[in-house]
């Protein structure tokens, strides 16, 4: 049923007027905020591969290995930070306003979906 309401030219110009108006998710943001957070996960991924082989590699006379540790700390600080805050900021938004089987499409008792039923006239 949904693919089919997607579909039509009035809920396509809805939509349009919920974005202008800031009140919906335009298409590109999902797809661009994803791949931003995939492009950060695989710099931490990067990150943390690069100090493993540079701690794994032979060190120079009287450098102490805890200090190659900490040239890749603030790299990977910041990464995991980044990652964070989009866990905490960038929900996986969706085209719908509710889930499929929430049951808000459901007609309502007594009445045509969208207008109260009950309280005062």
């Known amino acids: 049923m949904r693919a089919a309401a997607a579909g039509t030219e009035a809920v396509r110009r809805l939509a349009d007027g919920l974005e202008r108006s800031g009140l919906a998710v335009p298409d590109g943001a999902r797809t661009t905020v994803a791949d931003g957070v ?5 710099a931490a991924l990067a990150v943390c591969a690069l100090a493993l082989a540079a701690l794994l590699m032979p060190a120079q006379p009287g450098m102490p290995r805890f200090v190659v540790a900490l040239w890749f700390a603030l790299p990977l600080t910041l990464t995991l ?3 964070a805050i989009a866990r905490v900021e960038a929900h996986p938004y969706s085209r719908w306003a509710s889930p499929p089987d929430s049951g808000c499409s459901a007609p309502c008792p007594g009445g045509r979906p969208g207008r109260a039923t009950s309280g005062p006239s």
Do not use: E, K, M, N
């Open 38 to 42: 995939r492009q950060v996960r695989a």
């Open 81 to 83: 930070s980044c990652l």
